[in-house]
């Protein structure tokens, strides 16, 4: 189902606008590397797991179990900018991988849903619409290299990825654009594998 059809009423009012701006929409990535202006918390802000967790673990119980590839999608973004904060006001799945299974368009436009009224942060300059693309994978568990219901494995990935944070925000990190990414990013993965961690014990 469209996420306009499961009520975000900001969608609905003018699906069609929306749809054409996400249409053109720039890839994040590449405004971030291009450097006309600092992309690099709305970088993180797309990174962070904890970002849209409660809709991905409900379209995951939902439609997950039936995958049997790994699901890997682009969100196409239309967000309301006002100078270093976002509104998302319209969010649209679309395939990386040519042709796939039924249960991963289920999946990514239920995910893809989940991001329409968030907010986001944006590069200070950034006063109007924007139309943003980024990208997301969905892996089976039995894809994955590393388990979060692991206590040993997620003490020593923290461990490891702090080893790393103090090394790198010792330095003057901010001056250094891939560092301002970096570090923020750390720092965010960190404390989301400190949350599972903490829902552990």
């Given at each position: 189902?469209?996420?306009?059809?499961?009520?975000?009423?900001?969608?609905?009012?003018?699906?069609?606008?929306?749809?054409?701006?996400?249409?053109?929409?720039?890839?994040?990535?590449?405004?971030?590397?291009?450097?006309?202006?600092?992309?690099?918390?709305?970088?993180?802000?797309?990174?962070?797991?904890?970002?849209?967790?409660t809709f991905r673990l409900?379209?995951?119980?939902?439609?997950?179990?039936?995958?049997?590839?790994?699901?890997?999608?682009?969100?196409?973004?239309?967000?309301?900018?006002?100078?270093?904060?976002?509104?998302?006001?319209?969010?649209?799945?679309?395939?990386l991988e040519g042709v796939?299974?039924?249960?991963?368009?289920?999946?990514?436009?239920?995910?893809?849903?989940?991001?329409?009224?968030?907010?986001?942060?944006?590069?200070?300059?950034?006063?109007?619409?924007?139309?943003?693309?980024?990208?997301?994978?969905?892996?089976?568990?039995?894809?994955?290299?590393?388990?979060?219901?692991?206590?040993?494995?997620?003490?020593?990935?923290?461990?490891?990825?702090?080893?790393?944070?103090?090394?790198?925000?010792?330095?003057?990190?901010?001056?250094?654009?891939?560092?301002?990414?970096?570090?923020?990013?750390?720092?965010?993965?960190?404390?989301?594998?400190?949350?599972?961690?903490?829902?552990?014990?």
């Open positions: 189902m469209h996420p306009c059809g499961q009520g975000f009423a900001s969608m609905c009012a003018s699906p069609e606008k929306y749809a054409k701006l996400a249409a053109g929409a720039k890839n994040v990535n590449r405004l971030w590397r291009l450097g006309e202006a600092d992309w690099s918390e709305t970088l993180v802000d797309f990174s962070d797991r904890a970002f849209n967790e409900h379209c995951g119980a939902q439609f997950g179990a039936t995958l049997t590839k790994s699901c890997a999608f682009r969100v196409s973004l239309v967000v309301e900018s006002h100078g270093g904060s976002g509104l998302i006001r319209y969010s649209e799945a679309a395939d796939r299974e039924p249960a991963c368009v289920t999946y990514s436009n239920c995910v893809s849903a989940g991001y329409v009224d968030k907010k986001i942060r944006m590069p200070l300059d950034a006063y109007d619409v924007e139309a943003l693309v980024f990208y997301v994978e969905a892996l089976r568990k039995e894809d994955l290299s590393y388990d979060l219901s692991d206590p040993t494995f997620l003490r020593l990935t923290i461990e490891t990825m702090q080893e790393d944070f103090d090394r790198l925000s010792a330095k003057d990190w901010q001056a250094n654009k891939r560092h301002r990414l970096i570090v923020p990013q750390l720092k965010r993965e960190i404390d989301y594998m400190k949350r599972k961690l903490e829902e552990l014990e």
